[in-house]
């Protein structure tokens, strides 16, 4: 995929768990038909095992080798993305403030969560008894290709972080990339990188993105290598079974 395979490491994570993410929890099981979240979805915050987490996450690309390390750091905007990015970032030697010529991290809309238009903020059983024609299309065009009212498909999102990657080859060519986002921005990459067809992702994507997951890909001029996908194994201490929430 032009705009990666100039890259020579390209790592991903998910934000830590958010307090959406236990609010979500929080209603397994029953008739809810939306989440208790005052927050705008981009003001939802991590938390304290999300920023436990973050911290892990830090102290796994401090320990990685001088030439695995990131020299690009890239981040949505959205606050629970950002502060993972800045905890994790505070436990390397080699990211600002600590160094004088440290990485500085840098924000990119493009890597937003995925937009739910009128569905934002509700459960599976909301959008079923408030939009049953929704229900009723998002199951007949599939979750690749349903785009909710003033929301996003899957291919929409395809097409923002196929630009976000271009750019990204001309900002930073040959460089080792840390991507700091969301579920699907890691399984859209992964699709991506990888070129894998609807039915492959959509298989993928069955089994959630953990919180604070690291996914890398090694970019050595003959196509991207997968080395690991989803792996939270440095995440041993911190209760981070994978959140089930989206958000």
Not at 40 to 64: E, F, I, K, M
Not at 223 to 243: E, K, W
Request: glycine letters at 8%; a negative charge.
């Amino acid at each position: 995929m032009a705009g990666v395979n100039a890259l020579r490491w390209l790592i991903l994570t998910r934000h830590g768990e958010s307090t959406a993410n236990l609010a979500y929890e929080a209603l397994l099981g029953t008739d809810a038909e939306e989440y208790d979240v005052p927050e705008r979805d981009a003001d939802v915050p991590l938390s304290d095992t999300g920023r436990a987490q973050a911290a892990n996450l830090g102290r796994w690309l401090a320990a990685l080798p001088e030439d695995e390390r990131p020299t690009t750091v890239v981040a949505s905007p959205f606050v629970r993305a950002l502060d993972t990015a800045g905890i994790a970032l505070a436990q390397t030697p080699y990211a600002a403030p600590q160094a004088p010529d440290g990485l500085r991290l840098r924000v990119d809309e493009r890597l937003r969560d995925r937009e739910q238009g009128v569905l934002s903020g509700l459960t599976e059983l909301g959008v079923r008894r408030r939009f049953p024609d929704e229900a009723d299309r998002l199951r007949r065009l599939g979750k690749f290709y349903y785009r909710p009212p003033g929301g996003e498909s899957w291919a929409d999102l395809a097409l923002r972080l196929r630009s976000f990657y271009r750019d990204l080859e001309a900002q930073a060519p040959g460089g080792r990339v840390l991507v700091v986002a969301h579920d699907v921005i890691v399984v859209m990459t992964r699709y991506l990188v990888e070129g894998l067809s609807e039915r492959e992702v959509l298989e993928i994507e069955k089994t959630r993105v953990a919180n604070a997951s690291v996914s890398r890909w090694r970019l050595d001029g003959s196509g991207p290598r997968a080395v690991c996908y989803n792996d939270s194994t440095h995440l041993t201490d911190v209760d981070d079974s994978p959140s089930k929430a989206p958000r």
